[in-house]
């Protein structure tokens, strides 16, 4: 064991007095109960104790190569030895434009303009911010509304959290954009429990965008912001024909339509981007989590060539009042760049198509395991929905979770979904670990 991580077994057991309020996470729980990570590698993280757990989540949708690639690892030390920091306001950096370019290589034709933030959450808000300015920019500054989607996540910031679809943040934060409505979500288990990749049933969804053009005028809406995907409330994946539908309206209507890549992107679905894989090409797409294998935080949102082109007329000046302290931070460029060639060497981008088959019959073979009412999956991505226990939502997953884990085994859970997305390097016999570790789980929780 190294230091550093005895240091952290030492102070496991006063973690109730810890100074660190944890995001996303029952604390008092966690502090009594904790699950410590001290070392990763490949496909594994290990205990304090040493105890080796198979990553079965890529940490949080983000470690797409692996942990601690050597070539990524090399080149954050060396750029920090070498230029620690150096601001992107009027002033620029070799690395920073050299990255844009890396990344525009591998993006849709015509998205050849990168914007830097550092996070999903930053990505999302940029997004919208750009799609507002845009529209103001040509002279329709009237198209203030942004559509999302219910059970959508957009990270945790004003915009994201506005368009996103989660109840649990429209409770307690209210509703925190004004112009902000939602098309309903996509998940319709009565006709499409158990499907395999895309469901048959549910391209008429889309349809309700037309109903929210009826209600609003279309003149008035800026943008609809959809992932290819939805991860976060339970890997919902898209109906066939739905995200074409969509994709028309906004056309038809001048309206933008953005995909939130964060989680679809690099690599998770067979393809770069979700866009490539399902044929539909949105106006802009953020990312981050991938994007710099999660080594160092980093978003960027990817812009279609004829926007960016809109804001460059006029009299010269600042075209976009907005950016972060960190956007295009040194090291998150180094750690972007090694990802890339990490990526490129490997064939990451586009490996999981040669196993995807594999992986989807491995979920699929749950079906009739207890608890389970329906399994998704696209890509390397799968979910295993559990029935809720009677007056205990969540509570079952939970449970789990808790037992995967103390199995050597990280999984992911969302209310009663199990969300399986592990990093892309991952090989058959993982796979078959993975899900038979969640079968045996499943047979032992109440
Ligand atoms: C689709 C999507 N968008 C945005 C975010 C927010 O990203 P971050 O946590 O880096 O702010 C997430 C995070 O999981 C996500 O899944």
Redesign the pocket.
């Known amino acids: 064991m190294n230091k550093r991580a005895e240091s952290v077994l030492l102070r496991a057991s006063d973690l109730e007095q810890s100074a660190f309020w944890m995001p996303f996470t029952a604390n008092r729980q966690f502090k009594k109960t904790p699950r410590l990570l001290a070392r990763a590698e490949g496909m594994y993280y290990w205990t304090p104790e040493g105890r080796q757990v198979l990553d079965g989540t890529a940490g949080?949708?983000?470690v797409n190569a692996g942990h601690c690639r050597p070539k990524i690892v090399e080149a954050v030390q060396r750029q920090v030895a070498t230029m620690d920091f150096a601001p992107t306001f009027q002033m620029g950096h070799p690395i920073a434009f050299e990255f844009a370019e890396r990344l525009a290589r591998i993006a849709p034709p015509g998205f050849s303009r990168v914007f830097f933030t550092?996070?999903?959450?930053?990505?999302?808000d940029t997004a919208l911010k750009i799609a507002l300015a845009y529209h103001r920019a040509r002279g329709e500054g009237q198209r203030f509304r942004l559509i999302g989607r219910e059970r959508?996540?957009?990270?945790?910031?004003f915009g994201?959290m506005a368009v996103g679809g989660l109840q649990a943040n429209k409770r307690v934060f209210g509703p925190g954009v004004a112009g902000v409505d939602h098309i309903r979500h996509t998940h319709d288990p009565s006709r499409n429990a158990f499907s395999r990749g895309q469901p048959q049933h549910g391209a008429e969804f889309a349809d309700e965008l037309e109903r929210m053009c009826a209600l609003h005028d279309p003149s008035t809406i800026a943008a609809v912001i959809v992932?290819p995907v939805?991860?976060?409330a339970g890997v919902l994946v898209p109906p066939k024909g739905y995200l074409e539908r969509l994709r028309e309206i906004c056309t038809r209507h001048g309206i933008l339509l953005i995909f939130?890549?964060?989680?679809?992107g690099f690599g998770r679905l067979g393809q770069p981007f979700a866009s490539q894989r399902f044929g539909v090409i949105p106006d802009i797409f953020?990312t981050?989590?991938g994007l710099t294998n999660a080594t160092v935080?980093m978003?960027a949102v990817f812009v279609r060539d004829t926007l960016y082109e809109a804001f460059m007329q006029g009299a010269e000046g600042i075209e976009l009042f907005h950016g972060y302290t960190y956007s295009g931070h040194p090291l998150a460029c180094a750690a972007g760049i090694a990802t890339m060639d990490t990526y490129e060497e490997e064939g990451l981008l586009t490996r999981v198509g040669s196993f995807e088959k594999y992986w989807e019959d491995a979920a699929h073979s749950l079906k009739g395991t207890r608890h389970v009412v329906d399994i998704r999956n696209c890509g390397l991505i799968a979910a295993i929905e559990l029935e809720p226990r009677q007056g205990a939502p969540g509570r079952r997953a939970y449970e789990a979770f808790v037992k995967a884990f103390e199995g050597g085994i990280l999984i992911r859970v969302t209310g009663d979904i199990i969300a399986l997305s592990p990093p892309l390097i991952v090989e058959k016999p993982q796979i078959d670990r993975l899900f038979g570790h969640v079968r045996e789980v499943l047979e032992t929780v109440p």
């Open positions: 949080l949708w983000c550092n996070s999903g959450s930053e990505s999302a959508g996540y957009h990270g945790v910031n994201g992932e939805a991860g976060s939130d890549e964060v989680i679809t953020t981050a989590k935080p978003g």
